[in-house]
Every structure is written in C-alpha cells, then in structure tokens.
C-alpha cells in the first residue's frame, strides 16, 4: 500500500511554469507506476502523464506533450511534474496516483487504486 500526498500547487500567470511534487510513503514506491491526472469542476479526472518503476519511460497526454515533464526519484519516494508555458484551460486540481496496473491502461484513472488528496493549479490570463 502507498499513501501520495501532492504540494507546490499555486496561481501562475499564463506562460510561467511550475513545479508539483508528489511524495509517497511505503518501501515498495518503485514497485509502482505513478501517474498525474488533473480535473476541474463539473468534469471527470483527465490523463496527463504517466511514469514507468524505474522512470525510465514516459507516457504523456496530448493536450501537454512538450510543455509537461514526469520524473521520479525512488531514493526519495518522489515523483515530480514539471509544468511550463502554462496556460489558462490548465487549471485544475492536480491528483497523483499509483498503480500496479498494466502499461496499456495507465491512462484510465480506474487503474489506480491510491490517490493524493490533489493541488490546485490556476493560470491567470
């Protein structure tokens, strides 16, 4: 089992970046996939990014391929986003989550059974 508490939430102006940490507790952490869903009010959570165990791969969502990155370090049981050129239909609250699920559904929020209690990123135009 795994606990993730998110932080590094805030308001940003259109075009900055910003950076959302994730930190998950349990010594089996690198047994897991981790993933970055985000959601706004009214809407179902929203794939952004996914990482392999070892970080070695990356799986990122259309809508923020080239502005996001995922990265991980399981010495320190962290998993990171990187946002950057932000813009305004990024807001929302930001949820990490893990799973042991296979590759192919990493997308799909059912494949993951531990959740963060989310960060709340606003973009300001």
């Known amino acids: 089992q795994v606990q993730l508490v998110e932080s590094g939430g805030g308001l940003v102006q259109a075009g900055g970046s910003l950076r959302l940490s994730c930190a998950a507790s349990g010594r089996t952490f690198s047994s897991y996939a981790m993933g970055w869903f985000r959601q706004v009010p009214g809407k179902e959570r929203s794939y952004v990014v996914a990482?392999?165990?070892?970080?070695?791969?990356?799986y990122t969502a259309n809508s923020v391929k080239g502005r996001f990155t995922v990265s991980r370090d399981n010495a320190k049981n962290m998993v990171y986003l990187q946002m950057s050129s932000l813009k305004p239909e990024d807001t929302a609250v930001y949820y990490c989550?893990?799973?042991?699920?296979?590759?192919?559904?990493?997308?799909?929020?059912?494949?993951?059974?531990?959740w963060g209690q989310g960060t709340q990123v606003t973009v300001s135009s």
């Open positions: 990482i392999t165990q070892s970080g070695a791969g990356t």
């Open positions: 989550a893990a799973t042991l699920g296979r590759r192919a559904a990493w997308d799909l929020q059912g494949t993951y059974p531990y």
